[in-house]
């Protein structure tokens, strides 16, 4: 098993060595890349959905980024990671320490041939845009998909 910031969850037979930013007490990470060249951060959103998030422990979304980036050799896959660990455990907790502030999340994840917007809403609902071939993409603290 695996000890992530609030809950454990079953550890990968491979992961990828990662290089992160992160706030000293929590397991994952805002901003961080991987032995294959995927990177990716993470930014703090809130939608309509925001009050199934309750105070259960769950993951958070540092802990999605840096499982999606520990077990995703390409975008794609970290992004396929990302949004099986989110359907499987849900998102949720504590994101300060010592606190109660909970929030859902953006994501942006690229590598060297491609890239993708990942933004989640309440604890299990997501919807990921994939960036076009040559154009600009950011995130922020708002959701920004309006596509499906």
């Not at 290089?19 to 060249?37: D, F, Q, T, Y």
């Not at 540092?62 to 359907?87: F, H, I, K, P, S």
Request: overall charge negative.
């Amino acid at each position: 098993m695996l000890r992530c910031t609030h809950i454990s969850i079953p550890q990968a037979e491979h992961t990828y060595s990662v290089v992160l930013s992160k706030p000293a007490w929590m397991w994952g990470c805002e901003i961080g890349a991987n032995e294959r060249g995927v990177v990716g951060g993470n930014e703090a959103v809130s939608s309509l959905l925001a009050h199934e998030l309750g105070t259960e422990p769950r993951l958070i979304g540092m802990d999605l980024l840096r499982l999606a980036l520990e077990r995703g050799g390409t975008a794609q896959e970290a992004v396929d990671v990302l949004t099986t660990l989110l359907e499987a455990h849900g998102q949720g907790g504590p994101c300060e320490d010592g606190g109660d502030w909970t929030y859902e999340n953006g994501f942006i994840l690229a590598d060297a041939s491609e890239a993708f917007v990942v933004e989640t809403a309440g604890v299990h609902h997501w919807a990921v845009e994939r960036v076009p071939p040559g154009k600009g993409r950011n995130i922020s603290n708002g959701l920004s998909i309006r596509a499906a």
